[in-house]
Protein backbone atom coordinates (compact mmCIF):
# COMPACT_ATOMS: atom_id res chain seq x y z
CA UNK A 1 0.00 0.00 0.00
CA UNK A 2 2.07 3.87 -0.99
CA UNK A 3 0.89 6.47 0.17
CA UNK A 4 1.69 10.04 -1.23
CA UNK A 5 4.23 11.73 0.31
CA UNK A 6 3.64 15.19 0.38
CA UNK A 7 1.87 17.81 -2.37
CA UNK A 8 2.69 21.25 -2.67
CA UNK A 9 -0.02 23.87 -3.97
CA UNK A 10 0.68 27.58 -5.10
CA UNK A 11 -1.57 30.22 -3.47
CA UNK A 12 -3.14 32.42 -5.51
CA UNK A 13 -2.17 35.41 -3.49
CA UNK A 14 -2.92 39.55 -3.20
CA UNK A 15 0.82 40.54 -2.62
CA UNK A 16 1.09 44.55 -0.65
CA UNK A 17 3.86 47.02 -0.42
CA UNK A 18 4.58 45.97 3.41
CA UNK A 19 4.72 42.27 2.65
CA UNK A 20 6.91 42.85 -0.46
CA UNK A 21 9.46 44.90 2.50
CA UNK A 22 9.35 42.53 5.11
CA UNK A 23 10.26 39.76 2.57
CA UNK A 24 13.51 42.25 1.13
CA UNK A 25 14.28 43.07 4.87
CA UNK A 26 14.42 39.57 5.45
CA UNK A 27 16.48 38.63 2.87
CA UNK A 28 18.94 41.33 3.10
CA UNK A 29 19.12 40.15 6.98
CA UNK A 30 19.68 36.73 6.00
CA UNK A 31 22.77 37.71 3.61
CA UNK A 32 24.34 40.17 6.54
CA UNK A 33 24.11 37.25 9.54
CA UNK A 34 22.12 34.03 8.26
CA UNK A 35 22.21 33.45 12.23
CA UNK A 36 19.78 36.46 12.64
CA UNK A 37 17.02 34.30 10.75
CA UNK A 38 14.56 33.88 13.31
CA UNK A 39 13.50 29.88 14.87
CA UNK A 40 11.19 28.53 12.41
CA UNK A 41 12.33 30.52 9.36
CA UNK A 42 15.02 28.89 6.55
CA UNK A 43 16.35 30.75 4.03
CA UNK A 44 18.51 29.45 0.91
CA UNK A 45 19.32 30.41 -2.59
CA UNK A 46 18.16 28.09 -5.32
CA UNK A 47 21.08 27.09 -8.09
CA UNK A 48 19.29 30.01 -10.73
CA UNK A 49 19.62 32.74 -7.84
CA UNK A 50 16.78 32.64 -6.39
CA UNK A 51 15.85 33.87 -2.93
CA UNK A 52 14.01 30.78 -1.20
CA UNK A 53 12.27 31.63 2.51
CA UNK A 54 10.82 28.51 3.95
CA UNK A 55 8.63 28.94 7.11
CA UNK A 56 7.31 25.82 9.39
CA UNK A 57 4.13 25.38 10.77
CA UNK A 58 5.19 27.03 14.07
CA UNK A 59 5.22 30.35 12.44
CA UNK A 60 2.40 31.11 10.25
CA UNK A 61 -1.18 30.71 10.49
CA UNK A 62 -4.02 30.25 8.21
CA UNK A 63 -7.23 32.01 8.40
CA UNK A 64 -10.01 32.34 6.44
CA UNK A 65 -8.52 34.74 3.17
CA UNK A 66 -5.30 35.29 4.76
CA UNK A 67 -1.82 33.26 5.86
CA UNK A 68 0.06 35.82 8.64
CA UNK A 69 3.92 34.87 9.01
CA UNK A 70 5.13 35.87 12.20
CA UNK A 71 8.11 39.14 11.62
CA UNK A 72 7.53 39.16 8.16
CA UNK A 73 3.24 40.09 7.62
CA UNK A 74 0.40 39.04 6.17
CA UNK A 75 -0.62 37.28 2.46
CA UNK A 76 -3.82 37.87 1.82
CA UNK A 77 -5.05 34.97 -0.67
CA UNK A 78 -7.28 35.45 -3.50
CA UNK A 79 -9.26 32.43 -3.17
CA UNK A 80 -12.00 31.53 -1.02
CA UNK A 81 -11.11 28.08 -1.16
CA UNK A 82 -9.32 25.97 1.52
CA UNK A 83 -5.12 26.24 1.32
CA UNK A 84 -4.73 22.32 2.63
CA UNK A 85 -6.85 19.08 2.90
CA UNK A 86 -8.62 18.56 6.45
CA UNK A 87 -6.28 16.46 8.71
CA UNK A 88 -3.49 17.35 6.93
CA UNK A 89 0.12 17.50 8.69
CA UNK A 90 3.62 18.83 8.39
CA UNK A 91 2.64 21.84 6.76
CA UNK A 92 5.36 24.61 5.42
CA UNK A 93 4.70 27.73 3.19
CA UNK A 94 7.74 28.05 0.93
CA UNK A 95 8.25 31.58 -0.95
CA UNK A 96 10.43 31.91 -4.04
CA UNK A 97 11.76 35.21 -5.52
CA UNK A 98 11.44 34.12 -9.37
CA UNK A 99 11.80 37.00 -12.00
CA UNK A 100 8.09 37.17 -12.31
CA UNK A 101 7.71 38.24 -8.94
CA UNK A 102 7.29 36.15 -4.89
CA UNK A 103 5.70 32.70 -5.85
CA UNK A 104 4.26 31.12 -2.43
CA UNK A 105 2.93 27.63 -2.24
CA UNK A 106 2.07 25.60 0.66
CA UNK A 107 3.73 22.02 0.84
CA UNK A 108 2.15 19.40 3.37
CA UNK A 109 1.39 15.92 3.95
CA UNK A 110 -2.28 14.94 3.25
CA UNK A 111 -4.47 13.08 5.97
CA UNK A 112 -3.84 9.18 5.65
CA UNK A 113 -6.89 6.95 4.73
CA UNK A 114 -6.85 3.27 5.84
CA UNK A 115 -9.73 1.24 4.32
CA UNK A 116 -9.58 -2.01 6.52
CA UNK A 117 -11.56 -5.11 6.59
CA UNK A 118 -13.55 -3.52 4.29
CA UNK A 119 -16.00 -6.45 2.79
Not at 10 to 38: N, Y
Not at 52 to 76: D, M, N, R, W, Y
Request: charged share 25%; with cysteine; aromatic share 6%.
Amino acid sequence: MSHVKSREVVLAIKSTAELTAGLDSMREAWRADPGAVPRGLSCSESKEGQFVLVAAESVFTTLPGACVIKGIGAIELAGSDPVFEEGASSKTLVLRDTPEGWRFSVKYVPPIVRERNNK
